[in-house]
């Protein structure tokens, strides 16, 4: 099957070959996607918003300021970062890892790593105790289960930023196997 989008439930290209970007352009002004069209002798091609549609956009006031952009111009426009992106492999990585959402988190060093992991044995230690204090007819059921439920929800925090520390290391790794790929590709596309 060929990539007209028919599988996707839409309608076949009927030129695909003359408007590469056709199902994946968006307006940048108003964020909806733009068709492509052709002038009625097919000598120009064009891509229109469709902010600017009456049937869509029933307010005036609403509708997009920059209804069409011709199709060399955008073109331009794309390859330029394309290539912008390939010849510059720093903004290709901090591209990926914005969309990955990665760096966002705190580093933990391994100092932090063993104190979170006495908070938690802390922790258990103190549930014990409070289980203890239960069995002596100390405390009540209702303070040990309201007391252990505390503990319980400090653990789990512990835990999750550990893991989310964890989940962090190992996306590293794949950052600097991506960076060393983009570095590769880059160099052989300008030599």
């Keep these: 099957m060929s990539d007209s989008g028919a599988h996707q439930g839409l309608r076949p290209l009927r030129y695909p070959e003359t408007h590469l970007l056709r199902r994946l352009a968006v307006c940048g002004i108003c964020d909806l996607k733009m068709t492509s069209l052709n002038s009625g002798t097919r000598r120009y ?27 060399p111009e955008l073109y331009a426009l794309v390859w330029s970062d394309v290539v912008s992106l390939l010849t510059n492999p720093e903004l290709l990585v901090s591209a990926w890892k914005e969309q990955n959402k990665i760096g966002h988190k705190q580093d933990l060093n391994d100092d932090e790593k063993l104190r979170l992991k006495q908070q938690i044995t802390d922790a258990d230690n103190q549930r014990k105790r409070i289980l203890d204090a239960y069995e002596e007819g100390a405390i009540e059921l209702e303070e040990l289960a ?37 570095d590769e590709v880059c160099r052989s596309l300008s030599s």
Excluded at 45 to 57: S, V
Excluded at 148 to 157: F, P, S
């Design 146 to 182: 309201g007391r252990r439920n505390v503990i319980d929800e400090k653990i789990k925090k512990i835990k999750m930023k550990l893991s989310n520390f964890t989940v962090k290391n190992t996306q590293e790794v794949s950052i600097t196997d991506f960076k060393k790929n983009i």
């Design 45 to 71: 091609r064009y891509y229109w918003c469709r902010g600017t549609d009456p049937n869509r956009i029933k307010k005036a006031y609403e509708r997009c300021p920059h209804p069409t952009i011709s199709a």
